[in-house]
């Protein structure tokens, strides 16, 4: 008998690996991709993990009770996960995102019952490419508010909520794979994800290599220059991470924005798979990974988000 659930928030997480063997035919690889659909969670990403999380962080240690207002900025998933832990737990939410980003998901946050506050772009750049300018401009409003409405802010970029919502997920990719993994690449956005999954993974077996993906036009961590603008949206922020534990961090690896178009494509046509902009990049990062220093190897990688997320754009 199916057990009926009390409430959205435990529809979150248990999301499934899926074998794209497809693809890797399709591409002439040795190896295996193994793909987590994080887009199957009820907000269709894996932020809903990190909305929950830093919310029952936030009750564990007091800082919020029923009625309070949380602000966080949001680049759209984080601020859908924390509008729906919000409405059912009892909070007034108010997210904070850059114009940069696609419109899909400030109507998504709405219709979740959060208040959505739009920052104008930086002067220099360009719609749909939200560059760590962008984001400055984001955070200076987000404690604007936060000071105005006397608000909670839910920062994930520094709350441990983040990570421990990940980790979970990184003991389902080890549950799921019975332990037969080589390889786990994610693109550096907040870094919770790369930490809490890598740091499961590392936990269970040590040999497990984690590789943190970045935009090309924004390598960072890898200390490549570039013009820090790209299509992107959610990572590649060139700017320290607080809660990125480099110790982690086996290798970097380099995606195009064209890469990770044409991933996405091939994603969907392939597999059927639906992502957006930052599977498509995972799918570039982890075809590099079996081209060059893991061939024939099992990497697994994220699908963090729905494609329906980025129609507005020019993903697809």
Known sequence: MTRILDNILQAIGDTRLVNCSRLVKYYGLSGRMLAKLEYLNPGFSKK???????????EKKGMVKPG????????????????LASTIRGYRFV????????????RMMKALG??????????????GQVSGKDLDLVEEAARRIVRERKAFRADQFKLEGNVKGEEISGEEIFRDTEGYLDVFVDMAGS??????IS???????PRIRCYLGEPLQAAWFAGLKG??????????YSRDLPLLQKDLVDGYIQVSDEEARTGAADLARMEGIF????????????RKLLLGPEKGKTVVFLICDSGLKYLSTDLY
Do not use: W
Request: proline share 1%; net charge negative.
């Open 275 to 286: 992502g957006g902009y930052s599977s498509g990049a995972h799918v570039a990062a982890a």
């Open 114 to 127: 959060a208040e959505v506050v739009l920052v104008d772009q930086a002067s220099d750049s360009v719609p």
């Open 199 to 205: 740091r499961a993974l590392k936990r269970h077996d």
């Open 227 to 236: 013009t820090g603008k790209h299509n992107i949206q959610g990572c590649g």
């Open 68 to 83: 309070d207002t949380i602000v966080e900025l949001t680049s759209g998933n984080t601020g859908t996960g924390l509008a």
């Open 191 to 196: 870094g919770g994800s790369f930490t809490g």
């Open 95 to 106: 997210a904070v995102m850059s114009k940069g980003n696609s419109m899909e998901r400030a």
């Open 48 to 58: 809903d993990r990190v909305g929950l999380h830093m919310i029952l962080e936030a």
